[in-house]
């Protein structure tokens, strides 16, 4: 028995931070992120009548659109989101307007970026899936055409090379 379609708009809402965060991830630009991510659920609606949940999650089906049109966007301007200037006015703290703690979030996360821009596309594309979207083993086998147990390898070859890019220490508390 087939599950029952939800409509788009709930899918719309429920799944959009999961494909930014993975998109995001892979481009580390927030404008092109949120172009991308525009033409990943405008592509998503048009063919959301051939969707079989059968065959897939929502969320796997979506990520594989977002998975496809990104590495398009690579092919087509030939930029991987590998470098990150932490100089941007976006990332730049006021501590006169900010607490404390948000002042730790805006250093944790250009911690973050500046970490993920030192990795290659796979390798980001990999620990946004797991971290980024919460992802299974099994559903991110399914997106690259592996098995889970690879997944498993790849992920621990992963953390091991971010371990020494940033630091055992550091590496803990950023994830």
């Known amino acids: 028995m087939a599950e029952e379609r939800i409509p788009f708009e709930k899918v719309y809402e429920e799944q959009f931070s999961n494909i930014y965060n993975f998109v995001y991830a892979q481009l580390l630009h927030r404008e092109r992120a949120e172009d991308l991510v525009s033409d990943i659920f405008i592509k998503a ?13 929502v969320r ?63 390798e980001r594309e990999l620990l946004s899936m797991i971290y980024f979207q919460d992802m299974k083993n099994e559903e991110i086998a399914a997106i690259l055409g592996i098995n889970a ?20 220490k550091q590496l803990k508390e950023l994830l």
């Open 45 to 57: 609606m048009t063919h959301y009548d051939s969707y079989d949940p059968s065959k897939a999650s």
């Open 60 to 122: 796997t089906w979506l990520t594989n659109i977002a998975r496809n049109t990104v590495i398009d966007e690579f092919r087509k301007t030939g930029v991987r989101g590998n470098s990150v200037s932490l100089d941007d006015d976006e990332n730049t703290v006021d501590p006169s307007y900010e607490d404390e703690y948000d002042i730790y979030q805006v250093e944790r996360e250009n911690q973050v970026k500046k970490l993920l821009s030192m990795l290659k596309p796979d």
């Open 149 to 168: 147990k690879a997944v498993s390898a790849r992920h621990h070859r992963l953390l091991a090379k971010c371990q020494t890019m940033a630091g055992a």
